[in-house]
């Protein structure tokens, strides 16, 4: 009578049987209402009555199964029935309140009866008898498993999508925005419906709970009650329970195990992970379609996805509530697999395919699916986990890139594991997969030569990381890689292959692509870091070189290289160099974040670690490396000094400099290390307030004193003098100018330290009068010259001069003078300057004659050689350039001299400075040197490789500082020390024109490009091109007439085009025909020899792949089977951009095509057929390259001449056929060496696109193996291959939902290990994976066959889609 009592307050006795039919009749698709009176009563049923109802139902549950299968069930439904109650009527009754909460707007009270209800009904099914008394309907059930989600709060939408990422899965193509279905818009305006109710805490709880009872509920039914025969049920609670794992965050770990109290169990999250374990119970039907189906499920919340009903499935955000269900499911399938051992493992083996196939490119991702790849794999047995490994190495190879990128991943987190014992492996030919070694060098090493960029980068990442691995084999086999020293027996191949992988290595650093030239870089620091390759300075060098990177990235990259390198060999001298080199010209670079970085690391290693110092103190590892760092800067690096300077300018704005660092400085420079000392003194010194000048000055006094002084020292010794000279009183001035003076009449410093002394002496005699300051400098520099042109005159107005001369004294006196003069312009005479012109001809007897009176020049046309070594002619260019820059009248003079030197001399070192000077002198007097340009240019073309770089150095320096502007010849001059013969000269010349001089004037090299083709072929017909003056000999000099040259011609056609602007290159179009064809078609240019030349040339250049324009002859969007790694929206909007732009483009280009070029073409043509003139067949070489893009509107163009339009179709019908042809004889060249099978160790290369794969809903993914026959195809039927495979592609689309044809998954999968003969299939009439045997008769599978058993796949169906019909019309 209990139960009765409960069953009140559903006023079951009231409802009509009418009413009851209904519903019934309705299938419980729709909520029939109720009379207005029971409406309302029911309506006010609170949460009490049904958990009343609920415990009374639970408790004659729970007596049935404790007494057995009598008695209890019949007194249930005995009960009833003698009660009047109608089962039919309690079934409908429950089912208007499960229907209630599927409205629109339903209420708390409403969300909790439902759920309530919907618990009672699976409570009444999970009695026996349920079934004879009619209480089961599969529409209702499910109704009841939905609640879970429709009676929970939905996100609004909005929020919603901020959940879900997208999906990248798109293969580089965009797809277009999928049709909303009608269910699915109405489900959107539900939930906007939702947005305006408001849930409170309290609210929220309630339904939480009432969910909990639910799913309470569905595990006491499915303990006891069978799905076996309902198999859409079944599917239904896989997926629901599925759902259920993103319920609540879970508290703790989660225990699994096949017996456990349901009422114990607290969260969702683990209620349903109880659940799924349930349904894979034998009672529910074949075990291994239930963990089919589980893993199926599972697969989609390890890869952080959601999967709706219909598409592709999309990205969850990874947050910790994801990351944390993920993980369960994890544990949840090791738990099932140590469960169910034998029967889940080729399951798992096809879980495990599953996660790497359907894996996305987001590193996060990856990341996390690989670790769920780790510890899947760590549940197999070596057997097992040997076909795993061997199946990986096959998708490792796939022609899908990110499957490849994936791959990487995988083999990183097994490396972590321990190696597997091949004595563990049951199968001999399966033990090599096994160990670290065969992950190394046949998976991942093999990587670092793979076609996509993405995964040459992340491979070589991974190999750098493989030697901080605990594994030894893994660190030995990276040993083998790359030192043949390893092995205990060295084998010559070894030592070869050794070294062909480390120069693959290099060369990888200096890629095209920045990301490789990253990975590379981190690769190289591994090996050296770990002493696999040697320290030696190539090696080091390149590392250097990167941090002059045109990419920002690469050259942060590099600056952490070489600073991880220092970290690890702190002691090794050329670690130290290679450091220098890459981080102190750093500090000048143009991008502000590479100066900071090099500025932060030069501070850390230099700066922090000088501390006070003395005699008993002992330097400790970062201190002797600061010092040793400082010693090469002021010995073997005195090259860096320029940069290191401008970072103590930087670090003085910052007041870097504080008194106790000057302090702890100044107390080194008593130690061994004191040069180091002095150079930061000499950099600091000027922008510190005050220094102690006792002990600089006690130094000082050492060094005039001492007869065994380093140079580098005593010229930072002299800087920090004239430093600290405003702090000095006159009596200790005019002591230090006197000790100096002193020094320099002496004539046997070296050359640096003259320069140093002479500034020095300027410094001490500064003075903030300006008269006072030159009197002072006319006093002692005078001097200086006066004892120089003394020592001049004795020598050059002696006669047998050269014999017993110090060649050494000579030069020393020629550079004191240039110094000394330029502080004292009053004090050079004219005997002095005639005395060093006499350095450089023979005028030692004029001079003679008239000592006493001079005259103010002497005829000079060109210097002429004397008895005076080269050496010293040298210096004396040298002096004569300082002494003219301080009286024009001198420039004049000597200019014309300087340049007929240039021109007729043959000392390298004279005709070197003579350059330099002439370059210094354009800096003041720009107007007088400009006519001079073309002589210093004309030294691009100079025997002398030396002259031709200090040439290329110093224009390049005045077109930066716009002295000289691009004018006349100059360009084109350049242009030509681009095909210099000595390579490095030539790269500099590219160096210096992309990056240093392009960036000043975009428009450069468009505006020069037509007259280059002039230029270069010595064509001066034209009216307005190459009408510059130039000399006979110089036009002889810069020539590249000739199919000698045509070559070298070319080459800057294409250097130039390829850094040409889209814009330029159609404008660049539009001139060409106006300028050139429209010539020759108007006959204003002869078809002469010269001219057909000029014609034929243009047609050619016109042909270039680089005139083409980037906008439609790049692919839109990003390569195919590439994607942007993290940037897929923005990957995404660029590809729109990208395809919208190719579209107006091409519109453009083709109306200018038909209007401005074809009459132009036509008009040629007709010309030439009348002058029989060769340069026809150029002119239809080049319809054919342009007409590829239109051939199926080639008379569209040409109606103008039908003949043309014909000869046109023609020509581009007999080039397709010989491509086809020269494909076809390739393909049966290679046919025989197809067969041999290629070494089982060896290296696999990188993909090749594979046969399409039909595509299915979800298959089982198979990678298909490399084909070595195709491996071994140009690349220009590697194209055309491609582009053929991909109209089949995009044609069997229309197969999609294909249902698989009969007996197409009968043999056994490959992934399955042997003994195991199931069909291993996810569901959505999707494909098997087939062994290597193969299969009989037509099936819709993924074939993967060996390089042995090449065999055609299955035949392509030419089926067409209504749907893509309809949208062709």
Request: charged share 25%; aromatic share 6%; net charge neutral.
């Amino acid at each position: 009578m209990e139960l009765i009592s409960a069953l009140q307050f559903l006023r079951l006795n009231d409802v009509t049987e009418a009413w009851v039919d209904t519903v019934w009749d309705l299938e419980f698709t729709e909520r029939k209402p109720l009379d207005d009176a029971i409406e309302e009563e029911l309506t006010a049923s609170d949460e009490k009555s049904f958990r009343a109802l609920y415990q009374c139902l639970l408790a004659h549950a729970d007596d049935h199964q404790s007494v057995g299968s009598d008695g209890a069930s019949q007194s249930i439904w005995v009960v009833l029935g003698e009660s009047g109650t109608s089962v039919k009527s309690l079934v409908a009754v429950l089912s208007s309140f499960i229907l209630a909460a599927k409205s629109k707007g339903a209420n708390v009270h409403q969300r909790v009866n439902s759920l309530s209800a919907a618990s009672l009904y699976l409570l009444l099914l999970r009695i026996p008898g349920s079934i004879g008394n009619k209480v089961f309907h599969e529409v209702l059930l499910d109704t009841c498993l939905d609640l879970t989600s429709h009676c929970w709060p939905q996100d609004s939408g909005k929020k919603r999508k901020k959940d879900i990422l997208k999906s990248s899965q798109s293969e580089g193509k965009r797809s277009k925005p999928q049709r909303k279905d009608t269910a699915e818009m109405e489900v959107d305006e539900e939930e906007e419906e939702e947005e305006e109710l408001h849930f409170s805490g309290r609210d929220l709880m309630r339904i939480r709970d009432a969910v909990a009872l639910l799913v309470q509920s569905l595990l006491r039914l499915i303990q006891i009650f069978p799905l076996k025969d309902r198999p859409q049920s079944m599917i239904h609670c896989v997926q629901v329970l599925s759902k259920l794992l993103y319920f609540e965050p879970t508290i703790g770990g989660l225990i699994f195990a096949a017996e456990q109290d349901i009422t114990k169990l607290r969260s969702i999250p683990e209620m349903a992970f109880h659940g799924l374990q349930l349904l894979c119970l034998p009672k529910h039907g074949d075990q291994k379609e239930s963990l089919r189906r589980v893993f199926h499920q599972l697969l989609y919340v390890i890869l952080m996805m959601k999967k709706g009903n219909r598409g592709k499935p999309s990205l969850l955000v990874p947050s910790q509530t994801i990351l944390t269900t993920r993980n369960q499911a994890v544990q949840f399938v090791c738990h099932l697999v140590d469960e169910l051992k034998e029967l889940a493992l080729p399951f798992l083996q096809i879980l495990l395919q599953h996660i790497c196939f359907q894996m996305v490119e987001k590193s996060e991702f990856r990341s996390h699916g690989a670790q769920a790849v780790g510890m899947l794999t760590s549940q197999m047995a070596s057997t097992d986990y040997a076909y795993f490994i061997k199946w990986l190495s096959n998708f490792s190879r796939h022609s899908k890139m990110v499957h490849r990128l994936f791959s990487v991943d995988v083999v990183m987190v097994l490396l972590e594991q321990p190696e597997r014992r091949p004595e563990e492996c049951q199968d001999p030919d399966l033990v090599c997969f096994l160990t670290h070694k065969f992950l190394i060098q046949n998976l991942l090493f093999a990587r670092r030569m793979d076609e996509s960029p993405t995964v040459q980068g992340h491979a070589l990442n991974c190999l750098a990381q493989c030697l901080e691995l605990p594994s030894l084999n893994a660190t030995k086999a990276i040993h083998n890689l790359f030192s043949a020293s390893g092995t205990q027996t060295v084998l010559e191949g070894e030592i070869t292959e050794a070294r062909e992988n480390v120069a693959l290595l290099l060369r990888h650093v200096k890629d095209s692509k920045t990301n490789v030239r990253k990975a590379a870089l981190q690769a190289m620091v591994g090996l050296l870091k770990h002493d696999v390759i040697p320290m030696t300075w190539e090696n080091l060098e390149t590392l250097s070189e990167r941090c002059r990177d045109p990419a920002v990235s690469v050259k942060k990259k590099a600056l952490q290289c070489v600073g991880e390198l220092l970290s690890a060999k702190p002691e090794c001298s050329v670690v130290q160099k290679a450091w220098l080199q890459g981080v102190v010209p750093a500090v000048v670079d143009p991008e502000n974040s590479v100066q900071d970085k090099a500025l932060e690391a030069l501070d850390l290693v230099l700066l922090n670690q000088i501390k006070p110092y003395s005699v008993n103190c002992h330097l400790d590892a970062s201190q002797r490396l600061t010092w040793n760092l400082l010693s090469l800067l002021c010995h073997e690096c005195q090259n860096l000094s320029r940069y290191f300077s401008r970072a103590f300018t930087i670090w003085s704005k910052q007041k870097k400099f504080t008194p106790v660092f000057i302090t702890s400085l100044i107390s080194h420079t008593e130690a061994d290390h004191a040069a180091g000392a002095w150079l930061l003194l000499s950099k600091v010194a000027a922008s510190s307030p005050k220094l102690p000048c006792g002990k600089i000055l006690d130094a000082w006094d050492t060094m005039i004193s001492s007869k065994d002084v380093n140079v580098t020292t005593c010229c930072h010794i002299l800087c920090v003098m004239g430093d600290i000279a405003r702090h000095l009183n006159e009596e200790t001035k005019d002591r230090v100018v006197g000790d100096l003076m002193s020094w320099l009449k002496t004539f046997t410093l070296p050359l640096e330290m003259i320069s140093s002394a002479v500034e020095t002496l300027y410094q001490l005699g500064c003075s903030e009068d300006m008269k006072q300051t030159q009197a002072f400098l006319n006093q002692h520099c005078g001097e200086l010259v006066l004892m120089c042109e003394s020592y001049l005159a004795s020598i050059i107005l002696t006669e047998n001069r050269a014999q017993d001369l110090d060649e050494e004294l000579m030069v020393k006196h020629l550079h004191t003078l240039g110094v000394a003069s330029l502080q004292c312009p009053a004090k050079v005479s004219k005997r002095t300057v005639l005395l060093v012109e006499s350095v450089l001809t023979t005028h030692s007897d004029k001079l003679a004659e008239c000592q006493k009176e001079l005259p103010g020049s002497l005829p000079l046309s060109q210097f002429k050689a004397n008895s005076l070594p080269t050496r010293v002619r040298a210096h004396g260019v040298i002096t004569l350039g300082k002494l003219s820059l301080l009286h024009e009248e001198l420039v004049q003079k000597y200019l014309p001299v300087f340049a007929r030197e240039l021109e007729l001399g043959t000392e390298v070192s004279v005709r070197n400075n003579i350059i330099v000077i002439m370059c210094d002198l354009c800096v003041r007097y720009t107007n007088i040197v400009d006519h001079y340009i073309p002589n210093i240019s004309a030294c691009l073309r100079d025997s002398e490789p030396v002259i031709r770089q200090q040439t290329l150095i110093m224009l390049t320096n005045l077109l930066q500082e716009e002295f000289v502007k691009w004018k006349g010849s100059l360009f084109f001059r350049f242009m030509v020390a681009l095909v210099d013969p000595v390579p490095a000269i030539a790269s500099l010349t590219e160096y210096c024109l992309l990056h240093l001089l392009l960036k000043k004037n975009p428009e450069m090299f468009s505006q020069h490009f037509i007259e280059c083709i002039f230029h270069f072929n010595s064509y001066s017909k034209h009216k307005s091109y190459n009408k510059f003056p130039q000399s006979e000999r110089e036009k002889v000099q810069f020539s590249l007439k000739g199919e000698q040259h045509r070559e070298k011609r070319f080459r800057i056609y294409r250097f130039l085009l390829e850094h040409f602007t889209d814009a330029q290159r159609f404008n660049i179009t539009n001139k060409i025909n106006q300028t050139i064809l429209a010539c020759f078609a108007d006959e204003e240019l002869p078809l002469d020899a010269d001219g057909s030349g000029i014609l034929s040339e243009t047609f050619s250049i016109l042909s270039l792949k680089e005139m083409k324009l980037h906008a439609i002859s790049s692919s839109a969007g990003v390569a195919a089977g590439e994607e942007a790694e993290e940037e897929n929206m923005a990957a995404m909007a660029k590809a729109v951009l990208q395809a919208a732009q190719k579209k107006v483009v091409s519109q453009v280009q083709k109306k200018t095509f038909i209007e401005n070029t074809v009459p132009l073409i036509i008009s040629l043509k007709n010309l030439l057929e009348q002058k029989h003139s060769p340069v026809l067949g150029n002119l239809m070489s080049y319809l054919q390259v342009t007409m590829q893009d239109y051939r199926n509107e080639v008379k569209e163009f040409f109606s103008g001449d039908e003949q043309l339009a014909s000869e046109i179709e023609f020509v581009l019908k007999t080039a397709e056929k010989e491509r086809e042809m020269l494909e076809q004889m390739n393909t049966c060249s290679l046919a025989g060496d197809a067969k041999t099978p290629k070494a089982q160790g060896s290296v696999q290369g990188s993909p090749v696109r594979s046969r399409p794969l039909l595509p299915f809903n979800f298959a089982t993914p198979q990678p298909p193996r490399l084909n070595f026959q195709a491996a071994r195809l140009s690349l220009t039927d590697r194209v055309h291959r491609s582009r053929r495979e991909e109209d089949v592609q995009s044609k069997s689309i229309t197969l999609e939902g294909t249902v698989m044809v009969k007996g197409a998954v009968k043999d056994r999968a490959i992934s399955t290990p042997k003994g195991f003969n199931i069909n291993l299939t996810f569901d959505e009439g999707v494909s098997a994976i087939l062994s290597d045997q193969g299969t009989s008769g037509e099936s819709s599978v993924l074939h993967v066959r060996s390089s042995e058993q090449q065999a055609p796949g299955p035949r392509l169906w030419n089926v067409q889609s209504p749907l893509r019909l309809r949208k062709r019309i």
